[in-house]
């Protein structure tokens, strides 16, 4: 199932935003919801915290768990994923279709954030490098308080506000086209607070070599400031903050993937007008 925009239809049975707000906070009270922290503290606490807990996930197939961390001051969990693996030739899957030379990293994760920032989106959670116990992997701040996109349709949970919500996801779907992240479809890694703030996890199956888009039908619209932050991308700033985390052909495959969107933006000015396309 696919994330997209959606046009606001209440119906019966459609719950309010307020019931939104219920439904994940009743069991914390007055709990904090969101990110706990952000940028550059965000960044430095993942980056020092002293782990004092550690659980695997009921979820997902990619070796994760959540960490409980604390500075003596603070504490909070956070997504640590360890999984880097590489299969050479054709890789089948159980729930159908193929990859060949199929890849699963933790350095994915960590990309992806570093390209957020360079974009402005402001969707992946801080995400950093770290070496806990001998094992290398990526530390996630851990999203509070929230439900997933899945859990949100299958509540049949009303958007209360269209235009913004939309405006994360086509930006949403921009990064996911953008870093060709093979796990897209998958609705349950969209995370989202009581608010509707929007948080995009999961990139460990992005950055292939594919010059070309998933689909090109799943970009409508797009945020001019956005254009503008995509545009000034180069091989040289790509390698700078990524090339810790990408191979120098995954670079360019993004890069590749950026001309083609641009190129799309511009036919889709041309077919439908600005007003249509740009926001």
Partial sequence: MAIGSVRLQ?????????????????????????????????ESFLRTADVVRRKGLPVGIT????????????????????????????TRFQE?????????SFKYEIAAYELDKLLGLDLVPPTVE?????????????????????????????????????????????????????????????LIDPEFRVYAIDFSRSFRTHRELMGEKDLARFSRATLERLRSLDKALLTEKLGRWLRDPEIDALLARRDVILALVQRRIAEQGEARVLY
């Avoid at 049975?13 to 219920?22: N, R, V």
């Avoid at 159908?96 to 699963?104: K, N, Q, S, T």
């Fill in 63 to 90: 070796r994760s768990y959540q960490l409980t961390l604390s500075d003596g001051a603070r504490t909070h969990k956070a997504a640590w994923k360890v999984i880097d693996e590489y299969k050479p030739g054709v």
């Fill in 130 to 190: 770290r070496v806990i116990e001998g094992e290398r992997g990526s530390l996630q701040i851990w999203v509070e308080g929230c439900m997933t996109e899945a859990d949100r349709k299958k509540r049949k949970l009303e958007v209360p506000d269209v235009e913004p919500w939309n405006a994360q996801m086509y930006d949403v779907r921009l990064l996911h086209q953008l870093t060709y992240n093979s796990d897209h479809a998958n609705i349950r890694n969209i």
């Fill in 10 to 42: 209440p119906g019966r049975g459609a719950l309010s935003c307020a019931a939104l707000a219920i439904v994940l906070l009743a069991a914390g009270g007055q709990e904090p919801y969101g990110l706990p922290l952000k940028g550059a503290e965000a």
């Fill in 96 to 104: 159908g279709g193929f990859e060949v030379d199929f890849r699963d």
